[in-house]
């Protein structure tokens, strides 16, 4: 609930960050109103995690950046 407050609240884009063990927890920051979601440690552990997160988040309907 604080999350969800602070981005209705604020005019201050908001990055959610950490906390994210499944592919879908993106998905629910990114409903959120999130203006990122972010992770760190779940890549470090998962062979090519960050190409399998951004199609997850493409096939649910959120933009992402492209590969570079």
Do not use: W
């Not at 993106?26 to 972010?38: I, P, S």
């Not at 997160?53 to 570079?68: C, M, P, S, W």
Request: glycine share 8%; charged share 20%; aromatic share 8%.
């Amino acid at each position: 609930e604080g999350l969800r407050t602070a981005i209705k609240t604020t005019q201050t884009p908001i990055i959610i960050f950490g906390g994210a063990s499944l592919y879908e927890h993106f998905c629910d920051g990114a409903e959120l109103g999130a203006a990122a979601v972010a992770a760190a440690n779940m890549f470090h552990y998962k062979e090519m995690a960050t190409k399998k997160v951004k199609r997850h988040l493409l096939a649910n309907g959120f933009n992402v950046r492209e590969q570079t």
